[in-house]
């Protein structure tokens, strides 16, 4: 009868477990979100209505497999809506300012860069917040790493990440860079020598810049750093394949086999990092190597004393997360830059000129590259139009006023660069043309906004490896202008997508030929 007694009690226990679980669930995927949408309706923001559990993905999804079964013929450079066909779309009705849902997730988009400048006028670096539901799904990438650190974490990481990526340091790494860059050149030589002078010019880039990244962050000559390099870029192509429902409820369990793939990786990393960290802590020779991660040790050193380190966890983070955040931007901002000088061989041609006029024809001397004005003006133009990462992304931490709207505290933020970079409003009529000159003579590109050009972020969370693209682009320019010619394959398929970066879907085959 005890017995018994006890089996109702615990049934009975059971039961109402299961029940407030229950409510706490709908209460967090449902009554929340909702509550959320009617404020900030209530505060003068449309949007698309959302759907439970998925909010707009579905009309996301479909959206954009309607525009990538179109492959622009023409190589025009009007992307946006292409690219984000739904932000388009929803402008139209919207405005450049307005709500999406990612699941449960309410997003502001902003396309506005004066909306953006009033929020950043009253929000501090520190005080940002990056949205929740990506630091999750970019774990094993970023970790606890500077881009997605926030508050005090943030100030103490900054401060000893950003002096590593100061001109002086960079320029000990320049020969890393040249290295990489000729040895994709003797190889592209030897295809081109066997008749074959169609490259796929974006996997050999990516490729070198992902070696460049390695040796400048933890160095290369070690088997240790080869297998990490090796296992970053295996997680980077499992994360890539993941059909990620971010935001929604349980998204992470759709695709559980690759969710443990990229979590085995993860710790792979991890371990063999720290291993690498340990050997150098522990080798006074070795800890003064100049790269990367050689500087974060020497910098948490001196800044041990004032008790502000990194511990070697968050060292491994940053090492990550310069591979991930610093080679495929780098090597796209090179690859598109390839495709558009192969549809504008004037512009080929100049900067070659420049180059022999300002480099010569000898060994590369790193100190004249600052010399090289129009690759500067190039470089800034293609990043207007195909910005790698086109997009910043926000979250709220305390209630924030713009005019009479208030984005509450918790709300997440997708600024929408590609927009901008290409907004008529802001760059006039020939805003999707690529013209460098823009730059020549003002920084901003003629933009009307100065918060409309952001293709490195904006405020104290800027890109803090931006240096280091500028040294890298201009080397790896420079080197593969000086030896050959680029034309665009017939075969090119002009697909711009985002695949986290601003990607060309189906590659960038040129054909290249020596001079
Ligand atoms: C063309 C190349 C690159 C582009 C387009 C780019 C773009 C960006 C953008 C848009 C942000 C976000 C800024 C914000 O939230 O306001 C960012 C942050 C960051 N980038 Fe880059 N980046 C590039 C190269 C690099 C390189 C080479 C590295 C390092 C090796 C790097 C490391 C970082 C880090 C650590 C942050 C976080 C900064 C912080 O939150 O304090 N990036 N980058």
Redesign the pocket.
Known sequence: MEFVGLCVVLVAFLVALCLLLFLILIFSWWVFPNQKLKMLKKYGLGGPTPSFPLGNIEEMKRKSSIQSSVVSSNLAHDIHSYVFPYFSSWQKSHGKVFVYWLGTEPFLYIAEPEFLKKMSTVVMAKKWGKPSVFRNDRDPMFGS???MVEGND?VRH?HI?APAFNPINLKAMANMMVESTNQMIDRWVTQITSFNPEIDVEREIIATAGEI?ARTSFGMKDDNARDVFDKLRALQMTLFKTNRYVGVPFGKYFNVKKTLEAKKLGKEIDELLLSIIEARKNSPTKKCQQDLLGLLLQNNEVDGRLGKTLTSQEVVDECK??FF??HE??AL?ITWTLLLLAIHQDWQNQLRDEIRDVVGGEKLDITLLSGLKKMKCVMNEV?RLY???PN?QRQAREDIKVDDITVPNGTNMWIDVVAMHHDPELWGQDANEFRPERFMDDVNGGCKHKMGYL?????G??????N??FMEYKIVLTLLLSRFTFKVSPGYKHSPSIMLSLRPSHGLPLVVQPL
């Open positions: 790493g500077l881009v943030w900054r990440v990244i997360t310069f955040g610093g931007t780098t901002a990043l910005p790698p990462a910043v293709p490195f972020g904006f405020g969370r800027m890109c803090v490896g931006r280091l693209t």
